[in-house]
């Protein structure tokens, strides 16, 4: 089970931390990843994080501006979100896939099995 936090309401330019911790499962069994939803749009990849070996995968769109980490002593994954703007509000979702995922598959919503809920993240004007 993965339980996402961290959201809330902030200033264009400001930052957030979201966290997804894991219950159940070791996250090195997995990848990580972290996906998006605007309100009247589609679920989006953000970032990723293949646990073993430490690679991490951005979405154009917040490379340079978003990171994503991992603790594996406490079973969470991070995403440090600075300099926020406007198009990043929306509900933020953890996701696990397959360890042996491929590159190219990393940002493919269908390569993730198990799924938190989302923490909205609302970035005002």
């Known amino acids: 089970q993965l339980q996402a936090s961290g959201g809330g309401l902030v200033q264009a330019g400001g930052s957030l931390r979201l966290s997804c911790a894991a219950s159940g499962r070791t996250f090195d069994s997995y990848n990580l990843g972290w996906f998006r939803q605007a309100p009247g749009e589609e679920r989006e990849f953000v970032a990723a994080?293949?646990?073993?070996?430490?690679?991490?995968y951005y979405a154009d769109s917040v490379k340079g501006r978003f990171t994503i980490s991992g603790n594996s002593a406490k079973n969470t994954v991070y995403l440090q979100m600075n300099s926020l703007k406007l198009e990043d509000t929306a509900v933020y979702s953890c996701?696990?896939?397959?360890?042996?995922?491929?590159?190219?598959?990393?940002?493919?919503?269908?390569?993730?099995?198990?799924w938190g809920q989302g923490t909205l993240v609302t970035v005002s004007s």
């Open positions: 994080l293949r646990w073993s070996g430490g690679t991490t």
């Open positions: 996701a696990a896939a397959s360890r042996s995922t491929i590159t190219s598959w990393m940002a493919k919503e269908i390569s993730y099995k198990y």
